[in-house]
């Protein structure tokens, strides 16, 4: 992405002690609009609390949200499976749906790569192997497991209303 110029906006952090700390993000905009360059934030982030600068890393901090324009969220943590960026995090449970980041072979600017975390372990998603890596990780749900094996579609993007019902469940 072209960044035009710096922008700050609210959120907060949750330290590694669990405490959540309301703070500014120094961020960028993309060009020719007022919405965020949300990769900006897979890496070191840096923000303002009480009017000092601090930079944080991802084992340094648990997780952080920015807030955009009407209303919008981004919530971005850190894994231990994933110890070089932050994670984008769309679902979050035991089963959480992110965005890793990686550095494009040719020009060297951050892409997203979709992925499931389950039990500590990242899952990076293709799309060759979305119904098959879901459905070995839904299993301990039989019934939720049937009816994603009886879908039409198996796209990445069908996947967050699955995961929060698969969140929302009682294991057996």
Do not use: M
Request: proline share 4%.
């Amino acid at each position: 992405s072209i960044n035009l110029y710096s922008q700050t906006r609210n959120g907060y952090y949750v330290t590694n002690n669990n405490d959540t700390i309301n703070c500014i993000f120094e961020t960028s905009t993309l060009l020719f609009s007022q919405k965020l360059d949300i990769s900006v934030f897979h890496g070191p982030i840096k923000v303002i609390v009480n009017g000092e600068n601090k930079k944080f890393k991802p084992h340094e901090i648990k997780s952080f949200t920015v807030y955009d324009t009407n209303d919008k969220q981004y919530k971005f943590g850190s894994f231990a499976a994933e110890k070089r960026y932050f994670v984008h995090i769309f679902v979050e449970g035991r089963l959480t749906l992110c965005h890793l980041y990686a550095a494009h072979p040719y020009d060297h600017s951050y892409y997203p790569i979709p992925a499931l975390i389950k039990d500590g372990i990242i899952y990076k998603l293709t799309f060759f192997n979305v119904k098959r890596t879901v459905d070995n990780l839904i299993s301990d749900i039989p019934e939720l497991r049937e009816e994603w094996i009886n879908r039409k579609d198996h796209s990445i993007s069908t996947l967050e209303p699955l995961l929060k019902d698969y969140n929302s469940r009682k294991l057996n």
